[in-house]
């Protein structure tokens, strides 16, 4: 019995062309980032692991995360939090609704709800920010919240589909060493697809070449 | 299987009608309708129908007007496009055509035939000084014994209709970019269109040329307003033969249905014909540039002004009539204006405005929600084939491939043996199998273009598909919607045939009292019910438009994302 992410005999192939086989664990708090070129199923492999793999992509193994085999769940119960190229916040949803929409309902009054979030703009240091529209927010901040919405949401792993990527480079490192941050303190394994070779040297944990 | 659901729902709202509606229009045709004392099959109806004085003349003017109108439609507007795309002209006849695909057929009519009739606007501003009249002339420029007219109210009606298709499928091609490669190897504008996108841009638009084509070979509302008269177009002549109390004369209406059904298949005929004759003579491969296109181009921009200009200048004409106390001819303003129609609203327009509304937004609303429920069940079923998607793209199209008049004939037969004839529900269906497939076309790319990692991003922070739906879709396409529903508004608004022939005479809208005016010379009567006809679309377009701007006033990015 292990916790963190494990990828048992992971297969994906496409009209029966294997595009990758896989087994790995990732410890809680650790990186497993996957680097290749494009078109080499690197993200085909996050879309298998958050549950939205579609045909004519095919997938064979297991995937136990924390125990709990996920293979077959649909992505609402898998407890997997995902983040894109781009931070993806719902435009007609003000910052703070975007993190209301994160945090679970979970028997929590109103007062609570909104605490939670006042608290969880705080620890990114954008405490001002809960009324304002996401569209007038620069590139690192709406990243920030977009964070903060997959935490909120306590997923039990990351999976990162090149994050940092629209960032510039002075960012870059700051995000960075956050999303790191905060994933070791929550003990979350973290799966990182990147084409950035600083990305895999920052996250210093193993390395898989597609 | 819930997810076929909503699929089989729709087709069978589309097709049902359109087979029951043409085995209807079948047996009559050949004699058997009891209800009128046809008892056995017999061809009287078909060799009364040919029998008839001058019906290969209606035929032939049938076909000449619908193929002359799709041809001169399509040309224009492929044509306008090779030469303008990107061009400031070409802005300003997007913004300019956008409003006006929601004029009613009939209100176009209107408005041209006030443009160019002998005692109309245009001979009223070039007299006496030009023409020397001082009387209208005893000229006929309208209802011109070839149809002349009516094929100029066709394809100021059809040109916003075909260029709005095309404007949405130009990304979908790549064809800016393949534009910018064919200029650099040094092609013309339009030889570079021509040859380039055309093909692609072509496939993509296919479906609604050929309903464009059908529609204008069996097309009533227009050919009553502009249309020669002696003799009529085929269609027309079946709604006169349609109401007459002799039964031969109707069983032969039914015949003449079906001649439509056959008169239209062949226009498509010759369609595919001219299809092939096209693609033998453009040799692409030819590397002839056209590079000094220019005075070409400036041809195609002045034919689309005159369409534009024709189309904007007529529908202006409606308030102005609609207000007018006096207007002497050749005076180029009223001598007098009265407000007095509108002020008594209520009493001379206020029944038909209410029934058109009544019929209208239950079947945009119904139609929207068929719509949405087809699309969120599409999204959520896993791995729809794109056979499929074309399939029901197709079976969407085809109430607009048939002629109108072709079906509804058996529909309203139907209908009366269901004692449902005349009644505003029976309508409503009527209208929907016209409104549904507008309402699909128009949300169905914003949908699909969404950006599908909203709904990931939800559902991985655990939202169930219920709520990805309520929360993030639907509120991220709310501007789409609201612009379909108000699309689907203008389509029953403009619905002319499914009213009078389903609701008996009894069911009155705006738009059919407008065609029963049009024969009498109330003018400013006939443009109060043309500007309603106007006004009532534009009312929908923007409410949709204000709704989303007032909710998401404070959130820059819904401004552009569709």
């Known amino acids: 019995m292990t916790l963190g992410l494990m990828l048992k005999d992971v297969k994906i192939s496409l009209g029966g062309r294997t595009l990758l086989s896989l087994s790995k664990t990732v410890a809680p708090g650790d990186v497993l980032t996957v680097m290749g070129d494009s078109g080499a199923g690197k993200s085909t492999l996050l879309e298998y692991v958050g549950g939205f793999l579609r045909p004519p992509f095919e997938a064979t193994g297991r995937l136990i995360l924390n125990n709990r085999d996920i293979t077959t769940l649909s992505p609402q119960d898998r407890h997997v939090g995902f983040m894109f190229q781009s931070p993806l916040l719902f435009p007609h949803m003000s910052v703070r609704d975007n993190l209301l929409f994160g945090l679970p309902n979970g028997g929590m009054t109103k007062h609570e709800r909104a605490t939670a979030v006042e608290a969880s703009l705080c620890d990114i240091g954008m405490d001002d920010f809960a009324d304002r529209d996401p569209a007038t927010l620069s590139g690192g901040q709406q990243t920030r919240i977009a964070l903060m919405r997959l935490l909120l949401a306590e997923p039990e792993a990351l999976l990162l589909d090149e994050p940092f990527s629209s960032l510039d480079q002075s960012r870059r490192a700051d995000l960075r060493d956050l999303v790191f941050r905060l994933a070791r303190e929550r003990g979350l394994p973290v799966l990182l697809v990147t084409h950035d070779k600083e990305d895999a040297d920052a996250a210093g944990g193993d390395l898989v070449e597609l | ?562």
């Open chain 2, 1 to 562: 299987m819930m997810s076929r659901l909503p699929t089989a729902l729709v087709v069978l709202l589309l097709v049902g009608p359109l087979l029951a509606g043409l085995a209807g229009t079948l047996l009559p045709a050949f004699g058997y309708l009891p209800a009128l004392g046809g008892q056995e099959l017999s061809l009287r109806p078909l060799r009364d129908l040919f029998a008839t004085p001058g019906i290969f003349r209606s035929i032939g003017l049938s076909l000449g007007t619908g193929l002359a109108a799709t041809v001169l439609s399509l040309a224009i507007t492929m044509l306008f496009v090779a030469g303008w795309m990107g061009t400031p002209a070409f802005k300003l006849v997007r913004r300019l055509l956008s409003p006006l695909l929601a004029v009613p057929h009939a209100a176009a009519a209107f408005g041209l035939a006030f443009l160019i009739a002998p005692s109309g606007f245009l001979v009223r501003l070039l007299s006496p000084w030009a023409t020397g009249f001082d009387r209208p002339p005893d000229l006929l420029i309208l209802n011109d014994p070839f149809g002349v007219a009516m094929t100029l109210g066709l394809i100021m009606k059809e040109v916003p209709f075909l260029f709005l298709m095309t404007l949405a499928v130009l990304p979908q091609t790549d064809s800016f970019r393949k534009m910018k490669v064919t200029a650099t190897l040094g092609y013309g504008r339009t030889a570079g269109f021509l040859k380039a996108c055309l093909p692609e841009v072509y496939s993509r638009i296919r479906l609604p040329v050929l309903a464009v084509l059908v529609y204008s070979t069996s097309v009533v509302d227009m050919a009553q307003i502009l249309g020669p008269t002696t003799p009529a177009p085929l269609a027309p002549r079946i709604m006169g033969w349609m109401a007459d109390p002799d039964p031969a004369i109707r069983f032969q209406a039914s015949a003449a249905a079906l001649l439509q059904l056959a008169l239209s298949g062949l226009a498509l005929l010759i369609w595919f014909l001219l299809e092939r004759i096209a693609r033998r003579l453009g040799h692409s491969a030819s590397g002839k540039r056209h590079r000094r296109d220019r005075p070409f181009n400036l041809s195609v921009l002045a034919g689309m002004s005159i369409v534009v200009g024709g189309m904007v200048a007529g529908i202006l004409l409606l308030p102005i009539w609609s207000v007018t106390k006096s207007w002497w001819f050749p005076d180029s303003l009223p001598a007098a204006l009265t407000a007095k129609l509108w002020t008594g609203l209520g009493e001379v327009a206020g029944a038909p405005l209410l029934t058109t509304l009544a019929i209208g937004i239950p079947a945009s609303l119904i139609a929207g929600i068929l719509v949405l429920w087809h699309l969120e069940a599409k999204t959520r079923a896993r791995g729809v084939s794109s056979a499929e998607k074309a399939a029901f793209d197709g079976f969407v199209f085809l109430p607009l491939l048939v002629p109108q008049v072709s079906f509804l004939f058996g529909l309203q037969v139907l209908f009366a043996r269901l004692h449902l004839d005349g009644t505003m529900f029976a309508v409503g269906l009527g209208h929907l199998i016209f409104v549904l497939p507008y309402v699909y076309l128009s949300l169905k790319d914003p949908w699909n273009e969404l950006d599908p990692r909203f709904a990931k991003i939800a559902s991985s922070l655990g939202s169930s598909a219920n709520r990805i739906f309520l929360m993030v879709r639907l509120p991220l396409l709310l501007r789409p919607l609201l612009v379909a529903l108000a699309v689907g508004l203008a389509v029953s608004v403009g619905q002319y045939l499914p009213t009078l022939m389903i609701g008996a005479g009894r069911v009155v809208t705006i738009t059919t009292e407008s065609l029963a005016l049009s024969s009498g010379g109330n003018r400013p009567l006939i443009a109060l019910y043309g500007t309603l006809q106007l006004l009532v679309p534009l009312i929908g377009f923007s409410v949709a438009a204000a709704i989303p701007a007032l909710l998401f006033r404070n959130r820059a990015a819904m401004k552009v994302i569709r």
